[in-house]
């Protein structure tokens, strides 16, 4: 089973301005030397609000953000995290309806209690 997004993928799940952060996150790590097998995954998802403005409807929820099978090496295929890094960090996550159907359009760690 693969566990890696193409950008055709990508895109289905996530807004232009989401997949562009993620493009030039993934672009600094390449000039870096570093390659990355696998792909983070979030669980335990919680809804925290619903708005509807102009007609574009988000949706904020926390979730747990799960690295357990995303790896990043370095350019001598050494793992760029720290063998004390956390795997799953609390986030709060954003999908909208921006841009005619619902897709991701950013998540940012979780300031507060760590519920994962």
Known sequence: MRNEL???????????????????????????GYVVTGAPTADAIRLQ?????????EIRFYACFDRTSYVPFDSNG???????????IPVEA???????TYKVDGYEPWPGEDFC
Request: glycine fraction near 8%; charged fraction near 30%; aromatic fraction near 0%.
């Open 78 to 88: 050494q793992p760029v995290l720290s063998d004390d890094a956390r795997i799953r």
């Open 49 to 57: 609000q619903v708005q509807d403005s102009a007609g574009v409807v």
């Open 6 to 32: 193409t950008l055709e993928e990508l895109q289905v799940v996530a807004t232009a301005d989401m997949v562009a952060t993620i493009e030039e996150s993934h672009g600094k790590g390449a000039d870096r």
């Open 94 to 100: 954003v999908v909208d309806s921006s841009e005619g």
